[in-house]
T-cell receptor, first 113, second 116 residues
């Protein structure tokens, strides 16, 4: 079946540090890939997405590149801020006729001033 | 426009009681999804509706769980004879459709269910 594996957290960084959250997947078909973020006390929000191999999704300084050869979609940011503290979820969706999102377990990020 | 709304925001019930959770999707969205977020299981897919097609119920954990979507808009998730393991945050999401340019799912704030 489909599955997503994220690096285990929690991740604690100082402000302006470089962030990488690893995400790898297995899929029964050709997936679209997503990163969702959940800020404290808020609902899930789409952060970025990529729908085909070698696509790079980007938003708010975050980037992730769809690597088919390594089945990965690692999230990166060059300089994190305190306001980036949240839970990050990697997810996939297979095909255009099937709506289910399969999520990773989530990675808690805490950024200290 | 308004986002996805869910009610109630919190629900406390006794084991064995039935509960109904409501979701109002974004206007114009044809696809509606239910997920469950719990400490032990993470984010799990439960069910989704797409237009007039038969819903995909493959994620429902037991026959105590059911959902309907009336008039292609509002959806209700019903849990019968609740058990303590049903305690979780139930999330609803909607999207324009399923194709690549329409597939982004927008999530509601969730209903936090506690079964005593």
């Amino acid at each position: 079946g489909d599955s997503v594996t994220q690096m285990e957290g929690p991740v604690t960084l100082s402000e302006e540090a470089f962030l990488t959250i690893n995400c790898t997947y297995t899929a029964t078909g050709y997936p679209s890939l997503f990163w969702y973020v959940q800020y404290p006390g808020e609902g899930l929000q789409l952060l970025l997405k990529a729908t085909k191999a070698d696509d790079k999704g980007s938003n708010k300084g975050f980037e992730a590149t769809y690597r088919k050869e390594t089945t990965s979609f690692h999230l990166e940011k060059g300089s994190v801020q305190v306001s980036d503290s949240a839970v990050y979820f990697c997810a996939l969706k297979v095909g255009t006729s099937y709506g289910k999102l399969t999520f990773g377990q989530g990675t808690i990020l805490t950024v200290h001033p | 426009g308004a986002g996805v709304s869910q009610s109630p925001s919190n629900k406390v019930t006794e084991k064995g009681k039935d509960v109904e959770l409501r979701c109002d999707p974004i206007s114009g969205h044809t696809a509606l999804y239910w997920y469950r977020q719990s400490l032990g299981q993470g984010l799990e897919f439960l069910i989704y509706f797409q237009g007039n097609s038969a819903p995909d119920k493959s994620g429902l954990p037991s026959d105590r769980f059911s959902a309907e979507r009336t008039g292609g808009s509002v959806s209700t998730l019903t849990i019968q004879r609740t058990q303590q393991e049903d305690s979780a945050v139930y999330l609803c999401a909607s999207s324009f459709g399923l194709a690549a340019r329409q597939e982004t799912q927008y999530f509601g704030p969730g209903t936090r269910l506690l079964v005593l």
